[in-house]
């Protein structure tokens, strides 16, 4: 008990509706139903599942609840260990009681809770929360990159974010951007094909036992990072309750080569785009990841997306983003922060070369709700 007379407890199936009222006034609404439906695919379908720490922990003063910080459970490689992780997801405090974010914050972080915490969609505030609590940022999610692939939808949200009269601002995304728009299409279509000789792109509705073994090879050529084999794969990529997700393999017969998954969504502009949640490949095999990134580029334009949205796992992708037109951004803090708990040293985690990181870990791409997605700040 604390001197505010609050407590931080593990969450019941009974607290769900109080949860989710405290998420839609703090967090926007959301249906009921759609909420549960991700929170049991998130939890209870989760292959990494632990009794270690629950699906949430809530923050409740006087019998009401003013808090709540949920938890995805996930394997993470750390250097030479697997680590069961907590991630968090879903931090909100009533407006009244903001000392609760704290509180719940310093309970997920626990060393009884978890080896390792680590968030990648922490705003500003979850971030400071964190450092202030003894946690650290992996200084590279700083960056974002983002690909324009029609111009005029984002000319227009320009010039109506600067006071511009919606009838100007669509007649001049007209008339500018439909001709750039063109000279993207164009760039696009004159770029060569890839130098892999020999290989096919398939499309993949699941995730077989190659890519168990694509696994222990990935996970040799990076230090940190989610435990991707085909149980998450399939979790992540091919379970997920709603729609958006197209993944694909590049693959020579049946030597799985790489794959890539994007996630098609409709951002608060109403705009289409595409976040591009998954480019692996192995080091040794060259060309591989050029070639996914250009098919995964073509599945996004050929759905109509405005722009595509990607974080760079390794300085080999982020040259290919640079080469193929992405804009870099930079953020003046990181959504990714994490608390190391575990015996693997320290040094492991600081050394921001080791993070191997995607949109597709954590919580920052679940799009279920396509009208409230808002994908990109820049």
Same mark, same amino acid.
């Given at each position: 008990?604390?001197?505010?007379?609050?407590?931080?407890?593990?969450?019941?199936?009974?607290?769900?509706?109080?949860?989710?009222?405290?998420?839609?006034?703090?967090?926007?609404?959301?249906?009921?139903?759609?909420?549960?439906?991700?929170?049991?695919?998130?939890?209870?379908?989760?292959?990494?599942?632990?009794?270690?720490?629950?699906?949430?922990?809530?923050?409740?003063?006087?019998?009401?609840?003013?808090?709540?910080?949920?938890?995805?459970?996930?394997?993470?490689?750390?250097?030479?260990?697997?680590?069961?992780?907590?991630?968090?997801? *879903?931090?909100?405090?009533?407006?009244?009681?903001?000392?609760?974010?704290?509180?719940?914050?310093?309970?997920?972080?626990?060393?009884?809770?978890?080896?390792?915490?680590?968030?990648?969609?922490?705003?500003?505030?979850?971030?400071?929360?964190?450092?202030?609590?003894?946690?650290?940022?992996?200084?590279?999610?700083?960056?974002?990159?983002?690909?324009?692939?029609?111009?005029?939808?984002?000319?227009?949200?320009?010039?109506?974010?600067?006071?511009?009269?919606?009838?100007?601002?669509?007649?001049?995304?007209?008339?500018?951007?439909?001709?750039?728009?063109?000279?993207?299409?164009?760039?696009?279509?004159?770029?060569?094909?890839?130098?892999?000789?020999?290989?096919?792109?398939?499309?993949?509705?699941?995730?077989?036992?190659?890519? *168990?073994?694509?696994?222990?090879?990935?996970?040799?050529?990076?230090?940190?990072?989610?435990?991707?084999?085909?149980?998450?794969?399939?979790?992540?990529?091919?379970?997920?309750?709603?729609?958006?997700?197209?993944?694909?393999?590049?693959?020579?017969?049946?030597?799985?080569?790489?794959?890539?998954?994007?996630?098609?969504?409709?951002?608060?502009?109403?705009?289409?785009?595409?976040?591009?949640?998954?480019?692996?490949?192995?080091?040794?095999?060259?060309?591989?990841?050029?070639?996914?990134?250009?098919?995964?580029?073509?599945?996004?334009?050929?759905?109509?997306?405005?722009?595509?949205?990607?974080?760079?796992?390794?300085?080999?992708?982020?040259?290919?983003?640079?080469?193929?037109?992405?804009?870099?951004?930079?953020?003046?803090?990181?959504?990714?922060?994490?608390?190391?708990?575990?015996?693997?040293?320290?040094?492991?985690?600081?050394? *921001?070369?080791?993070?191997?990181?995607?949109?597709?870990?954590? *919580?920052?791409?679940?799009?279920?709700?396509?009208?409230?997605?808002?994908?990109?700040?820049?």
């Amino acid at each position: 008990m604390t001197r505010t007379g609050s407590i931080v407890r593990p969450a019941t199936p009974e607290d769900f509706p109080f949860i989710a009222e405290l998420l839609d006034r703090t967090l926007g609404k959301r249906p009921y139903g759609e909420r549960l439906k991700l929170w049991n695919w998130r939890f209870n379908r989760n292959p990494a599942r632990t009794d270690a720490f629950p699906s949430f922990l809530v923050a409740e003063e006087k019998g009401r609840i003013i808090g709540v910080h949920g938890l995805i459970p996930l394997r993470v490689k750390s250097g030479k260990r697997q680590l069961n992780a907590s991630c968090s997801c *879903d931090l909100a405090a009533d407006p009244a009681a903001r000392s609760a974010g704290m509180k719940l914050k310093l309970a997920a972080l626990a060393k009884e809770i978890s080896p390792l915490h680590f968030s990648t969609s922490a705003n500003e505030p979850a971030n400071k929360i964190t450092l202030a609590l003894g946690g650290k940022e992996v200084f590279s999610g700083r960056r974002k990159y983002i690909k324009p692939l029609k111009a005029s939808g984002l000319l227009r949200r320009r010039l109506t974010g600067k006071g511009t009269p919606e009838g100007i601002a669509t007649a001049a995304s007209l008339a500018i951007g439909i001709p750039a728009d063109w000279a993207l299409a164009i760039d696009r279509m004159a770029r060569p094909p890839g130098k892999t000789t020999g290989t096919v792109v398939r499309n993949v509705a699941s995730f077989d036992g190659r890519y *168990d073994e694509f696994w222990e090879g990935m996970s040799e050529d990076h230090m940190i990072l989610v435990v991707r084999d085909s149980s998450y794969l399939n979790w992540r990529y091919s379970e997920y309750p709603f729609p958006g997700i197209r993944s694909f393999e590049l693959s020579r017969g049946e030597h799985l080569l790489g794959y890539s998954v994007i996630h098609l969504g409709i951002d608060e502009d109403r705009l289409r785009f595409a976040a591009l949640l998954e480019l692996a490949g192995r080091k040794m095999e060259s060309g591989v990841l050029e070639h996914l990134l250009r098919e995964a580029i073509r599945c996004a334009a050929d759905a109509g997306a405005h722009y595509l949205i990607a974080r760079a796992s390794t300085p080999e992708s982020e040259a290919l983003f640079q080469d193929h037109g992405y804009i870099r951004r930079e953020m003046n803090y990181s959504p990714v922060t994490y608390k190391n708990n575990s015996d693997v040293p320290h040094e492991v985690f600081a050394n *921001d070369g080791n993070w191997y990181l995607s949109l597709g870990d954590g *919580d920052g791409c679940y799009y279920y709700d396509i009208c409230r997605v808002t994908p990109w700040n820049g």
